[in-house]
């Protein structure tokens, strides 16, 4: 009768394990500190049909700014490659963040290489995720920016969930002050088990989708 309690009682602790992982937006416990102030976040819907974490100052009017001062998307803080993901696939989904987020950029405003009174500062970061659940196993695939989540344990399957978490803002050069803020999680490709390797086509749908909703952004959005 016991062993019957303990199997309930491990099956339901899985059971919401998974129910916090499936969530499609960033927790508390998983902000990375890239930005200041995580307090006045909303959840929206963008126009990929996508969650994210959002807030924007509703002073905020674009007309007021020419131009916008692009800084590369960095890793926060450096990831460590391992033997799931190496170098050359951090560096190749930085760098295709980079591209496709600075031509969606560029599509809403000139992008200007010196700052000036009216211009705004973009500032972005692939982050990382420390959180582990009892009764899912999280197994890290470098200390920053993705996590695989495996839930062999939970469900019977062998298959490899993938996230990247991404924060940025505009900052109001005049001001220095955040005018737009966004964090969001995006769910790559399912990898088979834990041995096979993440590639930069893993997460490229993610990092597509996020250069849509650059492009397509509407400050009015609620």
């Known amino acids: 009768?016991?062993?019957?309690?303990?199997?309930?009682?491990?099956?339901?602790?899985?059971?919401?394990?998974?129910?916090?992982?499936?969530?499609?937006?960033?927790q508390p416990n998983q902000y990375s500190g890239f930005l200041k102030d995580y307090s006045n976040l909303k959840e929206t819907t963008t126009a990929s049909g996508k969650s994210?974490?959002?807030?924007?100052?509703?002073?905020?009017?674009p007309s007021?700014?020419?131009?916008?001062?692009?800084?590369?998307?960095?890793?926060?803080?450096?990831?460590?490659?391992?033997?799931?993901?190496?170098?050359?696939?951090?560096?190749?989904?930085?760098n295709y963040t980079n591209q496709q987020l600075k031509q969606a950029?560029?599509?809403?405003?000139?992008?200007?290489?010196?700052?000036?009174?009216?211009?705004?500062?973009?500032r972005g970061a692939i982050t990382a995720v420390n959180s582990s659940k009892e009764g899912l196993q999280f197994y890290e695939v470098i200390p920053v920016a993705m996590i695989v989540a495996?839930?062999?344990?939970?469900?019977g399957h062998r298959t490899m969930d993938t996230n990247l978490y991404f924060e940025?803002?505009?900052i109001d050069a005049k001001t220095n002050k955040p005018v737009i803020k966004v964090v969001r999680k995006g769910e790559g490709k399912t990898l088979s088990n834990e041995s096979t390797p993440m590639t930069i086509d893993t997460l490229k749908q993610v990092i597509d989708d996020m250069a849509v909703d650059a492009v397509k952004f509407n400050p009015n959005q609620k």
């Open 168 to 170: 940025a803002e505009l």
């Open 150 to 155: 495996g839930t062999q344990a939970a469900t």
């Open 64 to 94: 007021n700014y020419d131009n916008i001062v692009y800084n590369p998307v960095i890793y926060y803080p450096v990831p460590k490659p391992n033997t799931q993901i190496g170098q050359q696939v951090l560096d190749g989904i930085r």
């Open 52 to 61: 994210e974490l959002r807030w924007v100052d509703p002073h905020y009017n």
């Open 105 to 122: 950029i560029s599509e809403r405003k000139p992008l200007a290489m010196t700052v000036g009174p009216r211009s705004l500062i973009f």
């Open 1 to 26: 009768m016991r062993t019957t309690t303990l199997l309930k009682v491990a099956a339901l602790t899985g059971m919401l394990a998974l129910t916090g992982c499936a969530s499609k937006i960033a």
